[in-house]
């Protein structure tokens, strides 16, 4: 009886430890076993890349926690149809997040180029630029390939530094992402292009891949990643109000493309080397610093990094966030993630080692249920001949199985929606004409919607 008892403290201990660790630790999506895939220029079937997907590994001490990753994410890469010779490939990186950030108090930090965060399936997040800006000195574009280095070099910043959101839409894949020297990583909201109000893209059309999420406006957008001061980073919507009253809306960035035709001087007024004339090739929003910061009374209104302090549903006594900022189309809003500066004391969290000890957290025995709106699952088209679509709207944080069932209640079909993926196809053309339950199910999910197919 001893020995039970003894055991039955153990397992409450162990339990309530677990249900008590901070979502810096229990948000990242892990796999050890399957690999990611990638397109190449000209064939629109997926080729596996032989990396392993999203998070290999997390371990935590009393101040942080540590993720193995290689850096790519479960959805398909590529193609990158502006030149770029780069793939996905392998970063066997290891981040240390802080699990207690603090905001500083002091000079705010500014984001720098290259990783400046980390998204929850292990891929890297960068700032607003590409490494192109304005060189007075000779009137034209530098930094970048095909361009003449900038002077200072590439980590030196320019008085006009491009936006790479605009300026390189062409070589993002669906999943509005690129890679820099095989460092894939998103500037962006992660959230595909063919799911967008307004698609600026037609890359999905050729070679179809998803994101991390997808935006559903109905619910609080899910925990996507930390920046590098270890503040969390949400997807497009939240709480209207800072309390987490208000209903659910879209959260809002406080910039604005400025009203200006030359480029002579900065937002507040500070004089500057002049840039180029606004039009054509330089479109208003061309360059970071054709935005100014206006900010807004309302709470859904971010400040001037990009964020505010609120409750959200993994902080329900608050924190200060990040949110990935998109338009009433649901297009990238700049300053899209974090920036231009950070919130809280922000560096280099990539380190080769861990150097304390530390507890590994074992996924395989928590409880991450997914908690999705009214409108989960979006199946199109709907009737179909042909071929199906079936996309949850949300983030996908475990492995869900997708049956497709027939009059008859036998399955007919299935297929596995990965973790860190949205949407998955059936093949119907083999079919009989009728109705069909599509289902999917997951550890404490199950939804189900009518199919009907035509003939």
């Not at 220029?41 to 990753?69: M, P, R």
């Not at 320019?158 to 390189?168: G, K, L, Q, T, V």
């Not at 309390?243 to 500057?272: F, M």
Request: hydrophobic share 35%; glycine share 10%.
């Amino acid at each position: 009886m001893k020995n039970i008892l003894l055991l039955n403290t153990f397992l409450l201990g162990s339990f309530l430890s677990q249900a008590q660790l901070s979502p810096a630790i229990t948000s990242w999506l892990q796999n050890d076993t399957e690999t990611g895939s990638y397109y190449v220029v000209g064939n629109s079937t997926a080729i596996d890349n032989g990396i392993l997907y999203n998070c290999q590994k997390v371990e935590y001490s009393d101040n942080f926690v540590y993720v193995h990753t290689k850096g790519i994410p479960a959805y398909p890469t590529g193609p990158f149809q502006d030149g770029n010779p780069s793939q996905a490939s392998d970063q066997d990186a290891i981040y240390r997040i802080p699990l207690f950030p603090e905001a500083n108090t002091g000079t705010p930090i500014s984001t720098n180029p290259g990783n400046i965060g980390v998204f929850i399936n292990g891929v890297s997040l960068f700032d607003y630029r590409d490494g192109v800006a304005w060189n007075p000195a000779t009137n034209a574009i530098c930094g970048g390939p095909g361009n003449p280095p900038c002077p200072g070099g590439p980590m030196a910043m320019m008085d006009w530094n491009r936006d790479a959101i605009p300026a390189e839409r062409e070589g993002f894949d669906c999943s509005k992402a690129h890679p820099a020297m095989g460092n894939y990583h998103h500037h962006q909201n992660p959230s595909a292009f063919k799911l967008d109000l307004n698609v600026v893209s037609d890359v999905c059309n050729l070679y179809d891949a998803d994101g991390l999420y997808a935006i559903d406006s109905t619910v609080h957008s899910p925990l996507i990643g930390f920046a590098y001061d270890g503040f969390p980073i949400y997807g497009a919507y939240g709480f209207r109000n800072s309390d987490g009253t208000g209903g659910i809306v879209r959260i809002k960035s406080g910039y604005q493309l400025r009203d200006i035709t030359e480029r002579t001087e900065y937002a507040d007024g500070t004089n500057v080397e002049d840039g180029p004339d606004v039009g054509g090739q330089f479109f208003l929003g061309y360059f970071r610093e054709d935005y100014e910061f206006v900010g807004a009374s309302d709470e859904d209104v971010l400040d001037v990094h990009n964020g505010r302090f609120c409750v959200t549903p993994e902080y329900p006594d608050g924190t200060y966030a990040y949110f990935a900022t998109v338009d009433e189309f649901w297009n990238s809003s700049y300053p899209y993630v974090v920036g231009p500066t950070f919130y809280g004391e922000a560096e280099n969290r990539q380190v080769n080692s861990v150097t304390e000890v530390t507890s590994i957290y074992d996924v395989g025995t928590s409880v991450n249920s997914i908690k999705l709106g009214d409108n989960a699952i979006t199946v199109f088209p709907n009737p179909s001949s042909d071929l199906v679509a079936i996309q949850l709207n949300h983030l996908v944080t475990e492995d869900l199985s997708i049956a497709l069932i027939g009059t008859d209640g036998k399955v007919v079909a299935q297929k596995t929606l990965k973790k860190g993926t949205t949407i998955a196809y059936f093949d119907t053309q083999t079919l009989y004409a009728g109705t069909y339950i599509i289902k999917v199910q997951g550890k404490e999910f199950l939804k189900s919607q009518k199919l009907v197919l035509t003939k």
